[in-house]
């Protein structure tokens, strides 16, 4: 083998070389393109929740603010009108339809509805808690509102619905 041959044949591995190295160049830029755009997107997308932590449980209706007490009610109104009455009231006279001006009723029927939100859920209550749910919160509940004695007595005179001021009377 000459020198030249030699030279020939370095330089040809040299120009292997370079494109195995132009090769690898190309491919750290399109990696760094794709970490850049991962890293955008990861900055831009909201905060979430990690898989240990749980929804935090929605506080009872009287312990609410004055302005989330209004949306809580709206969403109680929206949930009694649309789902409770026509399912399992029924065009009923003892029930008063304007019943969210009765303290007593938006407190029962908010633990009603707290209740139904967590037995329902059955793979945390288990297969049980629909009819716990029936058995114990939403037939008491209906039972107490409907009552001779209870909140919307009053509201099946002549005159409609009526809040009865009874703690006031009897203090
Ligand atoms: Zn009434």
Request: with cysteine; proline share 8%.
């Amino acid at each position: 083998m000459t020198y030249t041959d030699d030279r020939i044949a370095a330089e040809a591995g040299l120009t292997d070389r370079v494109a195995l190295l132009q090769n690898a160049m190309h491919k750290l830029g399109a990696d760094v393109i794709r970490l850049q755009t991962q890293l955008t997107d990861l900055a831009s997308a909201p905060a979430q929740r990690t898989e240990e932590e749980p929804p935090a449980a929605t506080p009872f209706i009287f312990n609410l603010s004055r302005d989330a007490y209004r949306g809580e009610l709206s969403a109680l109104v929206a949930w009694v009108d649309d789902f409770l009455v026509p399912v399992y009231v029924g065009p009923d006279p003892g029930w008063c339809p304007v019943w969210w001006e009765h303290h007593e009723a938006v407190g029962r029927l908010h633990a009603l509805r707290l209740a139904y939100q967590e037995l329902t859920d059955t793979a945390a209550a288990g297969g049980s808690g629909p009819g716990r749910w029936h058995r114990d919160h939403l037939d008491p509940t209906l039972d107490r509102l409907r009552a001779p004695g209870g909140p919307f007595a009053a509201c099946l005179s002549p005159a409609g619905h009526r809040i009865e001021r009874r703690q006031s009377r009897f203090a």
